[in-house]
Nanobody, 126 residues
Framework: QVQLVESGGGSVQAGGSLRLSCVVSRYYYSNYYLAWFRQAPGKEREGVAS???????RYADSVKGRFTISRDNAKNTLYLQMNSLKPEDSRMYYCAAAVGVIQYWHLLLPSVYNYWGQGTQVTVSS
């Protein structure tokens, strides 16, 4: 069983930055994908960024150039550096993990991820 624990959320003014972290247990899968998703109340969960075991990355268009996903294998940790934050980035953010093979165009679909963290809230004020 893979466990994921997010941290780093909080409140920030527009234009500010936050870095989210997600500690991943059982980090030794040979083929895995890690990703960040976000969700507003009453809205569908949307993909933000994904990274695979080879370091290939995909971003949602809405965050390109502002957010950076990375991972530290030695620390079993996934990161999301969020810069130039906007009020519309205010969401609950979740990290997720998937094993197996995922087609590129599916990397930001919640349905392909097997394991989820509990979420961390990000609030951006104008």
């Amino acid at each position: 069983q893979v466990q994921l624990v997010e941290s780093g959320g909080g409140s920030v003014q527009a234009g500010g930055s936050l870095r989210l972290s997600c500690v991943v247990s059982r980090y030794y899968y040979s083929n895995y994908y890690l990703a960040w998703f976000r969700q507003a109340p009453g809205k569908e969960r949307e993909g933000v960024a994904s990274i695979d075991s080879a370091g290939n990355i995909r971003y949602a268009d809405s965050v390109k150039g502002r957010f950076t996903i990375s991972r530290d294998n030695a620390k079993n940790t996934l990161y999301l550096q969020m810069n130039s934050l906007k009020p519309e980035d205010s969401r609950m953010y979740y990290c997720a993990a998937a094993v197996g093979v995922i087609q590129y165009w599916h990397l930001l679909l919640p349905s392909v991820y097997n394991y989820w963290g509990q979420g961390t809230q990000v609030t951006v004020s104008s």
